[in-house]
């Protein structure tokens, strides 16, 4: 009797240990509406990030550099935030359009980190740099960064609003 408690409790033990290393697997919907939250948050900061620097291609005025570096900031938290909720979490249970959507997803969270580490983050350093001395040849060398992370997150983009509108038609939603 003693050893089949024992048996009972190491099983159940064990069971519980797993069960709380993983993560739920959303629902078909949750998962789309949560994808889309994050996508909406990435968008709002981006925007947030040009608006914030645009006025020295605009009109030419200069920047207070802390403005630049609070907008990347703003960057960096929706990217991380948008990482750490997709990073250890499985598609919805029975979507093979989901498993393809949640690879394509995180193809997409790389790229944007990307876009941050070689573009957004540059652009911040020209704008608290003495490099370019003037607003003209600052915007013209941040017009550049910005037409390079443009490339590159639309190749991300085309790949995952595909696998969106797969999902979609999978699962009878009607997409946006």
């Known amino acids: 009797m003693r050893r089949v408690t024992r048996g009972a409790l190491l099983a159940t033990l064990l069971g519980l240990v797993t069960l709380a290393g993983c993560k739920d697997r959303p629902k078909k919907m949750k998962f789309n509406n949560m994808m889309a939250r994050a996508n909406q948050k990435l968008a709002d900061a981006g925007k947030n990030f040009y608006k914030v620097i645009q006025p020295i291609g605009g009109s030419g005025q200069t920047l207070p550099p802390n403005k630049a570096r609070n907008a990347l900031g703003d960057c960096e938290s929706a990217l991380k935030e948008a990482q750490k909720e997709f990073d250890n979490i499985g598609a919805p249970v029975n979507s093979p359009a989901g498993e ?3 690879g394509r997803y995180q193809a997409f969270l790389k790229a944007e980190q990307d876009i941050l580490d070689t573009c957004l983050k540059p652009i911040v350093q020209v704008i608290e740099g003495n490099e370019f ?9 941040i ?3 910005l037409k390079e992370a443009d490339a590159k997150e639309k190749n ?5 609003y595909r696998a969106q509108q797969d999902y979609a038609k999978a699962h009878k939603y009607r997409p946006t």
């Open 100 to 102: 393809t959507l949640l």
């Open 133 to 141: 001395p003037d607003p003209g040849s600052k915007w013209a060398r």
């Open 143 to 145: 017009s550049q960064l």
């Open 156 to 160: 991300a983009w085309g790949d995952l």
